[in-house]
């Protein structure tokens, strides 16, 4: 009997690898496929409905990207947005939820306002409104200000800091530490897995930034990389937004398919931001783990 029950354990086991192995392929065959079509050449997509292995692996649609200026420009104003974006993001998130946590006058108040708009937002018109009374409109501001605090991430934020032991403020004020010497001597140094997954949230948040930059943005060479990329692959308005590259491909006879030029852009555009996670990945793992169990 229990041999039986060991090998329908076994069984179910393979059985469950065997499903997610194949659940696992099949997620993973968009991000091949796209990485197989930016490496095919004009000649063989237009044979080829469906190409798995290219017979002759090329990198023009590389060659023509790292050509266009507009491409380069919007990569380097993204990265900017996402680096300076999230450190404004961290600081006053941290900023303000750990000010929540501390005995001041108002602090309930502060905490509701922070909870009306979780559970309310203003909408598009009258953010807008606000952007453009402010003076922000054109400006990589427009992109950061508006939304550097998010509600959930601060409120999860000050769980955390609350879950750090009092006993370790007490010992701090009796040695002369004030409010700001607690926060930066103490709390943030035991708040580095927090201060990972969350800055991952925005970094995230910050790379993909589309709508904002399409509304704010009127001048097109501060257009981040997503807006170009839908210029590419939604539009398929190659020419317009890569007009350097265009030029450069005239002069030079290479021409790949517009398909292939919007897949290696898709790649270029999510590969940076996914280089960050192995760095961030052993205090990732704790941070993600905030709010779940309460001890």
Same mark, same amino acid.
């Given at each position: 009997?229990?041999n039986?029950?060991?090998?329908?354990?076994?069984?179910?086991?393979?059985?469950?690898?065997?499903?997610? #192995?194949?659940?696992?392929?099949?997620?993973?065959?968009?991000?091949?496929?796209? /990485?197989?079509?930016? @490496?095919?050449s004009?000649?063989?997509?237009?044979?080829?409905?469906?190409?798995l292995?290219?017979?002759?692996?090329?990198?023009?649609?590389?060659?023509?990207?790292?050509?266009?200026?507009? /491409?380069?420009?919007?990569?380097?104003?993204?990265?900017?947005i996402?680096?300076? #974006?999230?450190?404004?993001?961290? %600081?006053?998130?941290?900023?303000?939820?750990?000010?929540?946590? *501390?005995?001041?006058?108002?602090?309930?108040?502060?905490?509701?306002?922070?909870? @009306?708009? @979780?559970?309310?937002?203003?909408?598009?018109?009258?953010?807008y409104?606000?952007?453009?009374?402010?003076?922000?409109?054109?400006?990589?501001?427009?992109?950061?200000?508006?939304? !550097?605090?998010?509600?959930?991430?601060?409120?999860?934020?000050?769980?955390?800091?609350?879950?750090?032991?009092?006993?370790?403020?007490?010992? $701090?004020?009796?040695?002369?530490?004030?409010?700001?010497?607690?926060?930066? *001597?103490? %709390?943030?140094?035991?708040?580095?897995?927090? @201060?990972?997954?969350?800055?991952?949230?925005?970094?995230?948040?910050?790379?993909?930034?589309?709508?904002?930059?399409?509304?704010?943005?009127?001048?097109?060479?501060?257009?981040?990389?997503?807006?170009?990329?839908?210029?590419?692959?939604?539009?398929?308005?190659?020419?317009?937004?890569?007009t350097?590259? !265009?030029?450069? &491909?005239?002069?030079?006879?290479?021409?790949?398919?517009?398909? $292939?030029?919007?897949?290696?852009?898709?790649?270029?555009?999510?590969?940076?931001?996914?280089?960050?996670?192995?760095?961030?990945?052993?205090?990732? &793992?704790?941070?993600?783990?905030?709010?779940?169990?309460?001890?």
């Amino acid at each position: 009997m229990i041999n039986d029950k060991s090998l329908s354990n076994r069984l179910t086991d393979v059985l469950n690898m065997v499903l997610l #192995g194949l659940l696992g392929l099949l997620m993973l065959f968009p991000f091949y496929y796209i /990485f197989v079509i930016s @490496f095919t050449s004009l000649e063989e997509y237009s044979k080829s409905d469906l190409i798995l292995w290219p017979k002759q692996w090329v990198t023009d649609a590389y060659t023509y990207i790292f050509h266009a200026k507009e /491409f380069l420009r919007s990569i380097g104003v993204t990265v900017y947005i996402t680096i300076i #974006g999230s450190l404004i993001n961290l %600081v006053l998130t941290a900023t303000m939820a750990y000010a929540i946590t *501390r005995n001041i006058w108002g602090q309930k108040v502060f905490l509701l306002m922070v909870l @009306f708009t @979780f559970i309310f937002n203003a909408g598009m018109i009258p953010t807008y409104l606000v952007v453009n009374a402010t003076g922000l409109i054109d400006s990589y501001w427009a992109l950061m200000i508006p939304g !550097a605090i998010n509600s959930f991430n601060l409120i999860v934020i000050r769980q955390f800091f609350l879950s750090i032991p009092e006993e370790l403020n007490e010992a $701090a004020v009796i040695d002369g530490a004030n409010d700001l010497s607690i926060f930066t *001597r103490i %709390v943030i140094p035991l708040s580095k897995p927090a @201060f990972a997954a969350f800055g991952l949230f925005y970094a995230v948040v910050n790379w993909n930034t589309y709508f904002s930059a399409i509304l704010y943005l009127n001048d097109p060479t501060k257009w981040t990389v997503q807006v170009i990329l839908r210029q590419i692959v939604i539009l398929n308005d190659v020419t317009d937004s890569l007009t350097s590259a !265009a030029r450069d &491909a005239a002069r030079s006879g290479i021409m790949p398919p517009g398909e $292939a030029i919007g897949m290696a852009a898709i790649l270029l555009a999510t590969v940076p931001i996914l280089l960050v996670y192995p760095f961030l990945q052993k205090h990732f &793992a704790k941070g993600v783990m905030i709010g779940s169990v309460k001890g």
